[in-house]
């Protein structure tokens, strides 16, 4: 179906939502933080990034922002937000991508955002850095 | 402004104006009255003088011997009287006068006497004429005094009512209606600081707590919104896990359903032990931390901790060093929940492999008990605010669970025995924590009574 990276800090939901995602048909490569993920879309260049908010060593704020500033055709693809942060809809506007998924979430409310994202395809484009 | 000094003030400015309006009162009384003596004086001597020229006259026209002589005796009577009425030197001088031509008259009658007379009669009149006008004068001007006082006085207390009410009134009743504001839910409603320094005072205090209050409010908002974050992780992984069950897919083979099984499992009592930390961090503020006294050995707990956690972390190393009597009189649950923090944080914050190592002793009435770990460390601005709640150390690749309150709530436990709970800043190289505990818990926070140590067979001695 469609290449996805996927990065959360915590083990048990990392690996399970690879599983099912697996499941469902895609391409999964999941990664435990913002550094290990911009790693891996550097190797897999994926249609689709599902990435946690609050993480150690690079959170997910700063690793969208680096998609843009190093400007390596990363700023493309679209990035949905998973996270139990009270102010989610303000990180995401903040980074300007309209796919955000509060947890808890059941596993249909993941594949109908996954589903909206490729076919819009509406890439992350931060207020700040576009004005 | 001081509101004592200018009430004070006013006070000492109202007394000054009331004295003088009294003291010119007593004044301009004492002069009319004066006035009114010399007017009388002035005219009685008038009307003496010119009945001292009607007995003249009479003494001149009177034919028989005797009738002169009364004539003489009582005009001698009058000139007597009148001239003890006389205080100015022209009054005087004009009796003085008078007395030899009168003299002369009794023995041979003379027109100038009658002249004299009629001279010192107009004298007396025009006189008693000059001292009514200087008393109608006086009069005007008392009035006039008399109002303006009035006057003074009035726009004294206007004036006095003024301060109070431009130092005391209004900035007391805006302070009124900021805390009126604020208790109706405005947590941004300030006190506006003026009036004066005592108003400002309350106000400033009013401000401080609007302050604190608010900023405890913004703590709770802060510290529900980290619970509910921490909560939501176990929460996803659960619902998750629920997913791989669907009527669209079969069941998973059995060894994959076990795992899932597991991690419902051990998600579940993730979530557990959060809501447990957040359980006692309400308790202990609070101020419901009892604790339930009885005898125990610290060295056992400490050895029941690590063999807890060398079974759940077989990766790790242990070293355990005992050293002297380690029994008190304590809370053994709760020491036995410090002490699970303390090596549980020393296994979730270094390296597998890595060495923990644990040191329990006791001297005298102290016992005292160590972790060491050879984690990242602990750097010194971390070490300020370890205790705090929700601070938690930096983690160098694993998610480490927890939500930042098992040190804060261990704190307040060892510090409710009446002991002491510190990390050691050592950046790089480790981290170790100390804690002290006195062999005997002090009265207060304890609610069932265990007899105490020396009743109990227990020697607080070093062994």
Same mark, same amino acid.
């Given at each position: 179906?469609?290449?996805?990276?996927?990065?959360?800090?915590?083990?048990?939901?990392?690996?399970?939502?690879?599983? +099912?995602?697996?499941?469902?048909?895609?391409?999964?490569?999941?990664?435990?933080?913002?550094?290990?993920?911009?790693?891996?879309?550097?190797?897999?260049?994926?249609? +689709?990034?599902?990435?946690?908010?609050?993480? &150690?060593?690079?959170?997910?704020?700063?690793?969208?922002?680096?998609?843009?500033?190093?400007? +390596?055709?990363?700023?493309?693809?679209?990035?949905?937000?998973?996270?139990?942060?009270?102010?989610?809809?303000?990180?995401?506007?903040?980074?300007?991508?309209?796919?955000?998924?509060?947890? &808890?979430? &059941?596993?249909?409310?993941?594949?109908?955002?996954?589903?909206?994202?490729?076919?819009?395809?509406?890439?992350?484009?931060?207020?700040?850095?576009?004005? | 402004?001081?509101?004592?000094?200018?009430?004070?003030?006013?006070?000492?400015?109202?007394?000054?104006?009331?004295?003088?309006?009294?003291?010119?009162?007593?004044?301009?009384?004492?002069?009319?009255?004066?006035?009114?003596?010399?007017?009388?004086?002035?005219?009685?001597?008038?009307?003496?003088?010119?009945?001292?020229?009607?007995?003249?006259?009479?003494?001149?026209?009177?034919?028989?011997?005797?009738?002169?002589?009364?004539?003489?005796?009582?005009?001698?009577?009058?000139?007597?009287? $009148?001239?003890?009425?006389?205080?100015?030197?022209?009054?005087?001088?004009?009796?003085?006068?008078?007395?030899?031509?009168?003299?002369?008259?009794?023995?041979?009658?003379?027109?100038?006497?009658?002249?004299?007379?009629?001279?010192?009669?107009?004298?007396?009149?025009?006189?008693?004429?000059?001292?009514?006008?200087?008393?109608?004068?006086?009069?005007?001007?008392?009035?006039?005094?008399?109002?303006?006082?009035?006057?003074?006085?009035?726009?004294?207390?206007?004036?006095?009512?003024?301060?109070?009410?431009?130092?005391?009134?209004?900035?007391?009743?805006?302070?009124?209606?900021?805390?009126?504001?604020?208790?109706?839910?405005?947590?941004?409603?300030?006190?506006?600081?003026?009036?004066?320094?005592?108003?400002?005072?309350?106000?400033?205090?009013?401000?401080?707590? $609007?302050?604190?209050?608010?900023?405890?409010?913004?703590?709770?908002?802060?510290?529900?919104?980290?619970?509910?974050?921490?909560?939501?992780?176990?929460?996803?992984?659960?619902?998750?896990?629920?997913?791989?069950?669907?009527?669209?897919?079969?069941?998973?083979?059995?060894?994959?359903?076990?795992?899932?099984?597991?991690?419902?499992?051990?998600?579940?009592?993730?979530?557990?032990?959060l809501v447990g930390d957040v359980l006692n961090a309400v308790q202990v503020d609070a101020g419901e931390l009892v604790l339930r006294k009885t005898v125990c050995d610290l060295g056992d707990l400490a050895e029941a901790s690590v063999a807890l956690f060398r079974s759940?972390?077989?990766?790790?190393?242990?070293?355990?060093?005992?050293?002297?009597?380690?029994?008190?009189?304590?809370?053994?649950?709760?020491?036995?929940?410090?002490?699970?923090?303390?090596?549980?944080?020393?296994?979730?914050?270094?390296?597998?492999?890595?060495?923990?190592?644990?040191?329990?002793?006791?001297?005298?009435?102290?016992?005292?008990?160590?972790?060491?770990?050879?984690?990242?460390?602990?750097?010194?601005?971390? $070490?300020?605010?370890?205790?705090?709640?929700?601070?938690?150390?930096?983690?160098?690749?694993?998610?480490?669970?927890?939500?930042?309150?098992?040190?804060?709530?261990?704190?307040?436990?060892?510090?409710?025995?009446?002991?002491?709970?510190?990390?050691?800043?050592?950046?790089?190289?480790?981290?170790?924590?100390?804690?002290?505990?006195?062999?005997?818990?002090?009265?207060?926070?304890?609610?069932?009574?265990?007899?105490?140590?020396?009743?109990?067979?227990?020697?607080?001695?070093?062994?």
């Amino acid at each position: 179906m469609a290449s996805i990276v996927l990065i959360d800090d915590d083990d048990d939901i990392r690996e399970t939502m690879a599983d +099912l995602l697996a499941m469902e048909g895609h391409d999964v490569r999941a990664a435990r933080n913002g550094v290990e993920g911009l790693q891996a879309l550097d190797d897999h260049f994926p249609q +689709l990034v599902v990435t946690d908010v609050e993480m &150690p060593v690079l959170d997910g704020r700063a690793m969208v922002f680096r998609m843009f500033v190093e400007n +390596l055709g990363r700023e493309n693809i679209p990035v949905i937000l998973v996270s139990g942060a009270a102010d989610l809809r303000e990180v995401a506007a903040v980074l300007g991508t309209p796919y955000y998924l509060a947890k &808890p979430f &059941p596993l249909e409310a993941l594949n109908a955002t996954i589903g909206r994202a490729l076919t819009e395809a509406i890439p992350a484009r931060p207020p700040s850095l576009f004005g | 402004m001081q509101l004592r000094r200018t009430l004070t003030e006013a006070a000492v400015g109202l007394g000054v104006v009331t004295l003088i309006a009294c003291a010119a009162l007593v004044v301009f009384t004492t002069m009319l009255r004066r006035n009114v003596d010399d007017v009388q004086r002035s005219q009685e001597m008038a009307r003496l003088t010119s009945r001292l020229a009607h007995q003249a006259f009479r003494h001149e026209i009177e034919t028989s011997p005797m009738g002169r002589a009364m004539a003489e005796a009582q005009g001698r009577v009058l000139l007597t009287r $009148a001239t003890g009425l006389a205080r100015t030197p022209e009054e005087r001088r004009t009796f003085a006068e008078l007395a030899p031509l009168l003299e002369r008259h009794w023995r041979a009658p003379s027109p100038d006497l009658i002249v004299a007379l009629v001279r010192a009669d107009d004298l007396f009149a025009a006189s008693a004429e000059a001292q009514s006008g200087r008393a109608r004068t006086v009069d005007m001007l008392a009035n006039v005094l008399g109002v303006a006082i009035a006057v003074l006085l009035a726009a004294s207390v206007l004036f006095f009512l003024w301060i109070v009410q431009q130092l005391v009134y209004r900035p007391v009743q805006a302070v009124v209606e900021s805390v009126d504001r604020f208790a109706g839910g405005d947590l941004t409603a300030r006190a506006p600081v003026g009036g004066a320094d005592e108003i400002q005072r309350i106000a400033t205090a009013q401000n401080t707590m $609007a302050d604190a209050l608010a900023r405890t409010r913004s703590d709770q908002l802060r510290y529900v919104a980290t619970v509910v974050h921490d909560l939501r992780n176990p929460l996803a992984a659960v619902q998750l896990a629920a997913g791989y069950v669907t009527p669209e897919r079969p069941l998973p083979p059995e060894t994959r359903l076990r795992e899932i099984f597991a991690l419902i499992d051990r998600q579940l009592r993730r979530l557990n032990s959060l809501v447990g930390d957040v359980l006692n961090a309400v308790q202990v503020d609070a101020g419901e931390l009892v604790l339930r006294k009885t005898v125990c050995d610290l060295g056992d707990l400490a050895e029941a901790s690590v063999a807890l956690f060398r079974s759940m972390s077989p990766y790790h190393r242990f070293a355990l060093h005992r050293d002297g009597a380690t029994q008190l009189r304590g809370d053994a649950t709760r020491l036995e929940q410090v002490l699970n923090n303390l090596v549980g944080n020393a296994v979730k914050y270094s390296p597998t492999g890595s060495l923990v190592q644990v040191s329990v002793g006791g001297e005298n009435d102290r016992l005292f008990f160590s972790v060491a770990d050879e984690g990242p460390g602990i750097s010194p601005d971390l $070490a300020r605010q370890l205790f705090h709640p929700f601070v938690r150390g930096p983690t160098e690749h694993e998610e480490v669970a927890g939500i930042g309150l098992g040190l804060y709530v261990s704190k307040r436990i060892i510090e409710a025995h009446g002991g002491t709970l510190e990390a050691f800043p050592t950046d790089g190289r480790g981290a170790t924590f100390l804690m002290t505990l006195p062999r005997d818990l002090p009265a207060s926070n304890v609610e069932a009574d265990a007899p105490p140590l020396a009743s109990a067979g227990i020697e607080p001695s070093s062994a």
